[in-house]
């Protein structure tokens, strides 16, 4: 089993800059490809980005390339979400999944572990 955690969400303004962080354990970390997704309220879960196992492979949805970046650490079993030039359309429960067959990925149903979510709001 693999457990992940999510922090760093908040309330920001418009333009303006968070980092969420997920922390994994239960698994080598290395041996597992992230992804971040969310959720707005009345909407479907969405991808948002992927990084594969070594960290040298990333994607995005065409909404955030540009002002998202993901990342990993897996010295430190943690996968982070950068994310810059915030816009209301952000707004969302974001969560951190991982799949432990396969590389990065951009379909929701490849990732077989889910973190409970960080709740991000981006105010007008």
């Known amino acids: 089993q693999v457990q992940l955690v999510e922090s760093g969400g908040g309330l920001v303004q418009a333009g303006g800059s968070l980092r969420l962080s997920c922390a994994a354990s239960?698994?080598?970390?290395?041996?597992?490809?992230m992804g971040w997704f969310r959720q707005a309220p009345g909407k479907e879960r969405e991808f948002v980005a992927t990084?594969?196992?070594?960290?040298?492979?990333?994607g995005y949805a065409d909404s955030v390339k540009g002002r998202f970046t993901i990342s990993r650490d897996n010295a430190k079993n943690t996968v982070d979400l950068q994310m810059n030039s915030l816009k209301p359309e952000d707004t969302a429960v974001y969560y951190c999944?991982?799949?432990?067959?396969?590389?990065?990925?951009?379909?929701?149903?490849?990732?077989?572990?889910w973190g409970q979510g960080t709740q991000v709001t981006v105010s007008s």
């Open positions: 239960g698994r080598t970390f290395s041996s597992l490809a």
């Open positions: 990084i594969s196992r070594s960290g040298g492979t990333t």
């Open positions: 999944a991982a799949r432990d067959r396969g590389g990065s990925s951009f379909s929701i149903r490849d990732y077989n572990y």
